[in-house]
């Protein structure tokens, strides 16, 4: 079973004063991987200036944007076409022994490979006080609390746009108890890493037309390393394995390493910005 | 007629010697408890320094005020000034400079030039294993936590090749003189160490102050570290480079060492840039110049990794190049150092060394580490706890100087307190003995007299493809203030030229 998504993208900037020069980056090419491919994308900006692709430094395609030009205002659509292979998420059978499967995450060599993913950053670490919110049963599998955490976030935030900012901590998002994919994403990482579960933070794409939450930005998803498994998908916005519906573009420790959008602008001044995503369903087969 | 003048010559310069020797070194005070790099314990003038002590005693202190402001406005005029961050009216000043130079004989010159290279050369190693697979993490050689917790750990370098395998290309080896006479390691800068320009300059003045002297040594020559970097820096040119374009980039005019940045581009006879000169196109980089683009292929960086290319890094940085980064992992351009090489200069790191050298050269360490005793360790906890007050006591996770206790200053109850912290919380603590840094006779304007000050030594090391360079001197930082152990400028340090005595 296969599903074309159609995705479109667009960021319009507008600045209060004249820009004499400016890049930027776009982190928002789904990657090609084994559940799904990017068939052909576009990109074009009103200033009709070229742009190039590169990657970031985690090795995620980029596209760029140099304008040769001074501008109040600029605005850029992307458009993807990507299939997603339809694969089952619960394809793999639990291990019998749940001690041993978690003592799998105490071996020392794992740590080492996957200390990327298990390390606190500035946007998944917790204060003391927060640290023990969710301890995992030992006699549950790393799967099984892993889906429990999933779980758990989703019914312990509420979805709730604008109450909270790319720069709002843990502390006050578990405090609240509010906020947006980004933020159910961080405290998963934080609390799986906490359990010394590998997870990552994912950006892309999702298809709303079952009624997920996700506003009509790009989404926010976490993987976590499941031992002789691998990485696998988990959506605590929407209490999900990430599916069909999840469009991957890239990974990182947190936010950080994923923001869709850099830029570097030499103007003063204030500036605003409007992103769009559409994620259209072209057919089934 | 013609031999007895020749005696009465030679007799009365060694009665004017004697006189005037008096009056340069009557005052100087010796502490027999730490280590006088010309005096021995009997006060005897070590003999290399023999010629210089004379030479020195044939002025008098008048001769030295005047000797002295020359050599001031020698810096003032060469434009060798720096200003203190923080300060309210920051005002250019000199690094202040000391007119008695510090003289390295070839036996010791040549532990301190071995014992450079062999760190550097580890500490690349280190790097690259860390980079990519991680041996000495695997095989428990070093902990985890050392890079885990690092700030300046940067997983973008993850399996990145740097052009030639080399991460650290220039290294700042702090080593200092125990009362033992053995020289130690207190650090190793691998990030932008700074301070070869003053070890160039300090020749030139002293040079132009006192050019006699240098008749007297067979001094190495100290001019050639810009020639050797370039020529270095070669050697690591990205693949498919004939002849490399090589520049330095430097924040600014406002940095502390701009000076030096402008220096070391001169004398290499590069461009000196600033990340507004240059851009990046389709991952190249490439120089604004009036004649049009030109691609740059070196970059001798000092700047801060994080503030090298705004798209990967800070964003709100202005000094960098936005691409820069990308362009540096698809290999089309070399950094000098490698970012990330900060992950390993850290304290915690330095406890290792002696481990990092034996991991990975199978040598055992040339210049000695200060003895670093890990208190998660049993014995080792139970020999700090007895030798509190003999020991320094630091945080493993403290940068800064935050959280250390010295403890010949501690008071009775404070060394209680001290032992009950890290009895309670013995991993998060290591103690090193106290090192008395020695001392070197120094030239101290108010008091118009030498006097005893503490010093150290900065080597520099450059790491090429298959090659390295240490320049045969060094900074001897001064602390000027008496007792006073940092040498740091900011701290109100000087300096000294340093002698390597050729053969």
């Known amino acids: 079973m296969y599903q074309e998504y159609s995705i479109k993208y667009s960021a319009k900037n507008r600045y209060e004063t004249l820009v004499n020069d400016a890049y930027w980056q776009f982190l928002i090419i789904p990657e090609d991987n084994k559940s799904q491919q990017l068939v052909s994308w576009e990109f074009a900006n009103s200033l009709n200036d070229i742009h190039q692709t590169s990657i970031n430094g985690f090795g995620f395609k980029t596209i760029r944007v140099h304008p040769g030009q001074k501008f109040n205002e600029i605005s850029f659509e992307a458009s993807f076409t990507v299939i997603k292979k339809e694969v089952n998420p619960f394809d793999f059978s639990l291990p019998q022994d749940s001690t041993a499967d978690c003592a799998k995450l105490d071996d020392l060599n794992f740590q080492i490979d996957f200390e990327p993913f298990l390390r606190k950053t500035r946007f998944t670490s917790l204060s003391e006080s927060y640290t023990n919110i969710f301890p995992f049963d030992r006699d549950k599998t790393i799967f099984e609390n892993i889906q429990s955490l999933n779980k758990w976030i989703s019914k312990y935030l509420s979805f709730q746009p604008g109450v909270t900012d790319v720069n709002t901590p843990l502390d006050t998002i578990i405090k609240e108890k509010q906020g947006v994919c980004q933020d159910f994403t961080h405290l998963f990482c934080a609390l799986a890493r906490k359990n010394k579960v590998p997870a990552r933070y994912v950006s892309g794409y999702l298809h709303q037309g079952h009624g997920y939450f996700g506003d009509s930005q790009m989404h926010a998803w976490a993987e976590a390393y499941i031992p002789d498994v691998g990485w696998l998908g988990f959506d605590p916005t929407n209490n999900l394995l990430a599916n069909t519906n999840h469009v991957k573009v890239c990974h990182g420790k947190d936010y950080t390493d994923c923001s869709p959008l850099k830029g570097v602008v030499y103007a003063p001044g204030e500036n605003t910005t409007i992103h769009s995503v559409k994620v259209l369903s072209e057919q089934q087969q | ?503």
């Not at chain 2, 070590?46 to 010629?51: A, E, F, G, I, L």
């Open chain 2, 1 to 503: 007629m013609v031999r007895s003048v020749e005696n009465r010559y030679i007799k009365g310069k060694e009665n004017s010697m004697d006189n005037l020797e008096n009056q340069i070194f009557a005052s100087y005070q010796r502490n027999p408890d730490l280590f006088d790099e010309i005096f021995d314990e009997n006060g005897v003038v070590k003999d290399v320094y023999k010629t210089l002590f004379n030479l020195y005693g044939g002025h008098s202190i008048q001769d030295y005020v005047r000797l002295n402001e020359k050599a001031k406005s020698s810096f003032f005029n060469q434009g060798i000034t720096f200003q203190v961050y923080g300060e309210k009216d920051a005002k250019e000043k000199i690094f202040p400079f000391d007119l008695f130079p510090r003289i390295i004989d070839t036996a010791e010159w040549d532990i301190i030039e071995r014992g450079s290279i062999q760190r550097s050369r580890a500490l690349n190693l280190f790097l690259w294993d860390i980079y990519h697979d991680k041996k000495i993490l695997k095989q428990g050689i070093v902990p985890l936590e050392l890079v885990s917790s690092s700030d300046n750990y940067l997983h973008q370098m993850m399996n990145v090749n740097p052009p030639g395998g080399i991460y650290n290309h220039i290294s700042g080896t702090d080593v200092i003189k125990h009362t033992d006479g053995n020289y130690y390691v207190l650090e190793d800068n691998i990030r932008c160490p700074s301070g070869v320009s003053y070890v160039i300059c300090n020749r030139t003045a002293l040079k132009r102050a006192l050019f006699g002297v240098f008749n007297h040594y067979q001094t190495h020559t100290v001019t050639n570290y810009a020639e050797n970097l370039l020529d270095l820096l070669e050697t690591v040119k990205p693949k498919g480079i004939d002849i490399p374009n090589t520049v330095v980039i430097t924040p600014g005019m406002y940095n502390s060492a701009f000076y030096e940045h402008s220096y070391l581009a001169k004398t290499m006879g590069v461009e000196l840039v600033e990340g507004r000169d240059l851009f990046v196109e389709n991952d190249f980089v490439y120089m604004k110049t009036i004649q049009g683009p030109e691609r740059v292929d070196v970059i001798y960086r000092r700047i801060d990794d994080l503030f090298i290319d705004p798209l990967e890094f800070r964003p709100d940085s202005a000094l960098g190049v936005p691409g820069l980064f990308a362009a540096y992992k698809k290999g089309n351009v070399t950094l000098a150092n490698a970012p990330g090489t900060g992950v390993a200069d850290d304290k915690a790191v330095y406890t290792y060394m002696p481990e990092i050298i034996k991991y990975y050269l199978d040598e055992e360490p040339i210049i000695k580490n200060v003895h670093t005793y890990h208190c998660s360790r049993p014995d080792e906890l139970k020999y700090v706890l007895e030798h509190i007050s003999e020991l320094v006591i630091k945080p493993v996770d403290e940068a800064g100087g935050y959280g250390i206790s010295i403890g010949n200053r501690l008071s009775k109850e404070e060394v209680e307190e001290v032992k009950k912290q890290v009895a309670q919380n013995p991993r998060k603590y290591v103690a090193q003995p106290i090192m008395s840094l020695s001392v070197h006779p120094t030239y101290i304007d108010e008091n118009e007299s030498f006097e005893q000050r503490h010093i150290d030594l900065r080597t520099f090391t450059v790491l090429g493809k298959d090659r390295e360079f240490v320049l045969k001197g060094g900074l001897t930082r001064v602390a000027l203030k008496k007792g006073n152990l940092i040498v740091n400028s900011s701290q109100g340090g000087g300096s000294k030229d340093t002698w390597v005595l050729k053969d």
